[in-house]
């Protein structure tokens, strides 16, 4: 099993920076690749960003690509979404997300676990 908590997020005016993080904790809590998915109101959750267990590898959707930069620590379990000239449009609950490969929380499946999502809400 893997708990994940996620911190940050908030209010900030379009075009400003946030970041997110989020902590990974439990008996197999390491070893995983990382991701961060989005949910907006009246919106299916869709997927912002992933990276390996060992953190070479990071893919982003088209929408947030060249924005956001998605990193990770490995010593202490955790992954971060830096988030910059954001959007309106980004506002949703961002919700981390774990599983065994980069590729799995990408697939139509889905990751096996997830945080309980953290605001991010950008005022135009």
């Known amino acids: 099993q893997v708990r994940l908590v996620e911190s940050g997020g908030g209010l900030v005016q379009a075009g400003g920076s946030l970041s997110v993080s989020c902590a990974a904790s439990?008996?197999?809590?390491?070893?995983?690749?990382m991701g961060w998915f989005r949910q907006a109101p009246g919106n299916e959750r869709e997927f912002v960003a992933a990276i390996s267990w060992t953190g070479r590898n990071t893919y982003y959707s088209d929408s947030v690509k060249g924005r956001f930069t998605i990193s990770k620590d490995n010593a202490e379990n955790t992954v971060h979404l830096q988030m910059n000239k954001l959007k309106p449009e980004d506002t949703a609950v961002y919700y981390c997300?774990?599983?065994?490969?980069?590729?799995?929380?990408?697939?139509?499946?889905?990751?096996?676990?997830w945080g309980q999502g953290t605001q991010v809400t950008v005022s135009s």
């Open positions: 439990g008996p197999t809590a390491s070893g995983y690749a």
């Open positions: 997300a774990v599983d065994s490969t980069t590729a799995q929380i990408m697939s139509s499946e889905g990751p096996d676990y």
